[in-house]
């Protein structure tokens, strides 16, 4: 059984890779290990052809940073293994992140190079977080950025989360809730929707039918279970002769259909010919079936009233990472004055110093820049927004951040954002990043 904290959360300390808790030990070593820090998460670039991305997994990630923690099972764990020496596992004994979190909102767009997630403290606090900062972030960025393309090709009409049978179960309850963030409405999983209050939805597989002895009894049965209003699933067998008995079952107050297979333009149309033609104009129509952002668009002719996603959505729609990294821009020296580091690798370098950032808008208030200073705040004109949020203030967790409350304060984030883009980040087209990130230094 996983130990938990307080907060009602695994201990995340585990979630990290052995070389982060070899190069603490080595620094304790050398006496580095203490020197002030500022490390930096980011993407090079978008995953190839997309315009924007939308960050996701904050609320999570600053939860699990409240629960990095080495209690008496991990440090048995680290010690019976010889992962460190003992004046490592005492350090890690007393391990609590008590430095300062910067970055992005939850919600919001980024772009190449945008400075998402800034962490300052020690060298020994902030390096032994990298990968369970990178696994939450880069997870939870490519379901949003795959989330907002959809919602966005939706043009308005509802988007359900139902992926959870296509990915690890912990995965499925991120992306529920990273997908809700970008704009779907509701989730088929009950743990996200426990965790973060989350709408969840659900009525009937091919099974339910294909139990009863006929699709009438079994529509005769989930009608008399949830009332005439509930959802039924009509191609098992023919979809007209399920339709029709739907409606004879159910009445004008037949809630929706859903089609899971076939050509779903050319049969939402006709579906709803002959839904209004039996008289149940107000009976929507769901439609399923390995859906995409692509599909979605091929169908905003069709008379659809919902869409259900669910392995393009989990697997972030061909971009299952957002490719972000974890990099030392600044440390101090034994003077205790900071200086810029910087890799400098072929294809993966690294641009040094603390960065602050801003988006720069136009008149209308739409974005045309993104502008990072190195070392200083940009200069903002009056019209413009600065992006880089506090998280963690000396260890302390600020409110409003996770929870209900954050995924609700992300949603709200990713509507604005994407308010303020460039329309041409509608397009699903092949293309280059909407708006350039430039580099501002003193």
């Known amino acids: 059984?996983?130990?938990?904290?307080?907060?009602?959360?695994?201990?995340?300390?585990?979630?990290?890779?052995?070389?982060?808790?070899?190069?603490?030990?080595?620094?304790?070593?050398?006496?580095?290990?203490?020197?002030?820090?500022?490390?930096?998460?980011?993407?090079?670039?978008?995953?190839?052809?997309?315009?924007?991305?939308?960050?996701?997994?904050?609320?999570?990630?600053?939860?699990?940073?409240?629960?990095?923690?080495?209690?008496?099972?991990?440090?048995?764990?680290?010690?019976?293994?010889?992962?460190?020496?003992?004046?490592?596992?005492?350090?890690?004994?007393?391990?609590?992140?008590?430095?300062?979190?910067?970055?992005?909102?939850?919600?919001?767009?980024?772009?190449?190079?945008?400075?998402?997630?800034?962490?300052?403290?020690?060298?020994?606090?902030?390096?032994?977080?990298?990968?369970?900062?990178?696994?939450?972030?880069?997870?939870?960025?490519?379901?949003?950025?795959?989330?907002?393309?959809?919602?966005?090709?939706?043009?308005?009409?509802?988007?359900?989360?139902?992926?959870?049978?296509?990915?690890?179960?912990?995965?499925a309850t991120a992306a529920a809730r990273a997908a809700v963030i970008a704009g779907f409405g509701s989730t088929s999983n009950l743990e996200a929707g426990r965790r973060y209050g989350l709408k969840t939805v659900g009525t009937a597989a091919h099974s339910f039918t294909l139990l009863h002895d006929s699709e009438r009894d079994a529509f005769k049965a989930q009608i008399e279970a949830f009332g005439p209003e509930t959802t039924l699933l009509v191609d098992t067998y023919d979809v007209e002769t399920a339709v029709r008995t739907a409606v004879e079952l159910a009445g004008p107050k037949l809630g929706a259909v859903r089609l899971d297979s076939g050509d779903l333009v050319t049969q939402a149309q006709?579906?709803?010919?002959?839904?209004?033609?039996?008289?149940?104009?107000?009976?929507?129509?769901?439609?399923?079936?390995?859906?995409?952002?692509?599909?979605?668009?091929?169908?905003?002719?069709?008379?659809?009233?919902?869409?259900?996603?669910?392995?393009?959505?989990?697997?972030g729609s061909g971009a299952p990472t957002a490719s972000m990294v974890y990099k030392l821009v600044s440390r101090s020296n034994d003077?205790?004055?900071?200086?810029?580091?910087?890799?400098?690798?072929?294809?993966?370098?690294?641009?040094?110093?603390?960065?602050?950032?801003?988006?720069?808008?136009?008149?209308?208030?739409?974005?045309?820049?993104?502008?990072v200073g190195i070392g200083h705040h940009p200069e903002d004109d009056g019209n413009d927004r600065q992006l880089l949020q506090q998280f963690i203030k000396n260890g302390e967790l600020l409110p409003g951040w996770t929870g209900h409350e954050g995924v609700v304060r992300a949603r709200e984030r990713h509507d604005a954002a994407m308010a303020e883009l460039p329309s041409v980040v509608r397009r699903l087209q092949r293309g280059e990043p909407a708006i350039p990130t430039v580099y501002e230094e003193d």
């Open 270 to 315: 006709w579906v709803r010919e002959l839904l209004d033609g039996l008289g149940n104009v107000d009976t929507r129509i769901v439609v399923t079936s390995d859906l995409d952002e692509y599909a979605i668009a091929a169908l905003q002719s069709a008379p659809v009233d919902a869409y259900g996603v669910g392995t393009s959505l989990v697997t």
């Open 335 to 371: 003077a205790g004055d900071f200086i810029s580091v910087a890799k400098a690798a072929k294809n993966k370098a690294s641009v040094g110093g603390r960065k602050y950032a801003l988006r720069k808008l136009n008149e209308r208030g739409i974005a045309t820049q993104e502008i």
């Open 1 to 171: 059984m996983s130990r938990t904290t307080a907060w009602d959360h695994p201990c995340t300390s585990l979630f990290t890779d052995h070389y982060e808790l070899t190069m603490l030990q080595a620094a304790l070593h050398s006496g580095a290990a203490h020197r002030r820090s500022v490390f930096e998460a980011f993407a090079r670039r978008l995953p190839d052809g997309r315009r924007y991305g939308i960050v996701a997994g904050t609320g999570r990630l600053l939860e699990g940073i409240m629960n990095f923690r080495f209690g008496d099972e991990e440090l048995a764990f680290l010690e019976q293994n010889k992962v460190v020496n003992r004046e490592t596992l005492d350090f890690l004994a007393n391990y609590r992140f008590s430095g300062d979190v910067w970055g992005y909102a939850e919600g919001d767009a980024y772009f190449p190079n945008s400075p998402v997630l800034i962490v300052e403290s020690t060298f020994a606090e902030a390096c032994i977080l990298e990968t369970y900062i990178l696994s939450v972030l880069n997870h939870d960025t490519a379901i949003a950025s795959a989330a907002s393309r959809m919602t966005s090709a939706a043009g308005g009409r509802p988007c359900i989360e139902m992926g959870s049978r296509r990915t690890q179960e912990e995965s």
